[in-house]
């Protein structure tokens, strides 16, 4: 059985550290290659874009794929659309990986928005220094923003256009709450920009951010394809997988 991983989240690795080595499984992580030096998870990896829907439903064919996790990061929402159709066409079962969003918790200052550039319409209003944290794309959102200060934190330097005012963080998580706490007084920072990722390795910047009485904008994570199965953690993904290894060894035996 070959199961293809479309991956480059913790998620993702840890999925591909669960399955590998698994008799009768063979096993395929796919990372977009938009980051410079990845964390490679075990196993076979290919690192590059598919071409679309078409590209990944042909590599499916021609690798004799028999099931699909999206495992990719909760904002890679084209990727996710592309492996539904491919799934659809190719007629192979398709599950996703979703680590569960952040929840407000008691006293913290959210502003939940749809989109980079909602976001930057509401800074002005909100603050003048800002801790940006959405990662090297989609900076040209705020890049009009000129009478703001930017510190921007992402794995890999982004690229123009961006904020004319800003500092460059190239950092990369699992952070601290006392990192947090101090990253925030340290830059002065009044307003904290994220993306609802969930997961642990991102989260201390929410709980610096309420003990400093700061205000967060939250961008809202794309809705997973209609009919995509969903599951919360690599755990229940390894069971998934290991069900349809244990039918098709049945089928094998028949």
């Not at 989260?203 to 009919?227: F, H, M, N």
Request: aromatic letters at 6%.
């Amino acid at each position: 059985m070959h199961v293809l991983i479309l991956g480059g989240t913790t998620e993702a690795r840890r999925l591909a550290e669960l399955l590998h080595g698994t008799r009768g499984l063979e096993l395929t992580s796919s990372l977009a290659g938009r980051v410079a030096s990845p964390r490679l998870p075990s196993g076979d990896v290919r690192v590059g874009g598919f071409g679309g829907a078409e590209g990944l439903a042909a590599w499916i064919r021609d690798h004799a794929v028999d099931a699909v996790v999206d495992a990719t990061h909760p904002f890679a929402g084209t990727m996710s659309f592309h492996a539904a159709e491919a799934a659809a066409a190719t007629h192979v079962p398709l599950l996703a990986l979703r680590r569960p969003g952040w929840v407000p918790a008691e006293g913290e200052q959210w502003h939940e928005t749809g989109s980079l550039e909602e976001a930057a319409l509401m800074l002005p209003a909100l603050g003048r220094r800002i801790f940006l944290t959405t990662g090297r794309m989609g900076l040209s959102a705020f890049a009009a923003l000129d009478d703001l200060w930017f510190l921007v934190r992402s794995v890999d330097a982004p690229e123009a256009p961006h904020p004319r005012s800003m500092e460059i963080l190239l950092d990369r998580g699992p952070f601290t709450r006392d990192g947090e706490r101090e990253l925030l007084r340290r830059h002065r920072i009044d307003v904290v920009v994220t993306k609802d990722s969930g997961g642990a390795a991102t989260a201390p910047k929410l709980t610096a951010s309420r003990e400093a009485g700061l205000p967060v904008v939250v961008i809202r994570r794309p809705s997973v394809p209609e009919g995509v199965s969903v599951v919360p953690d690599p755990e229940r993904a390894a069971r998934w997988i290991g069900h349809r290894l244990e039918q098709q060894s049945f089928r094998a035996i028949d």
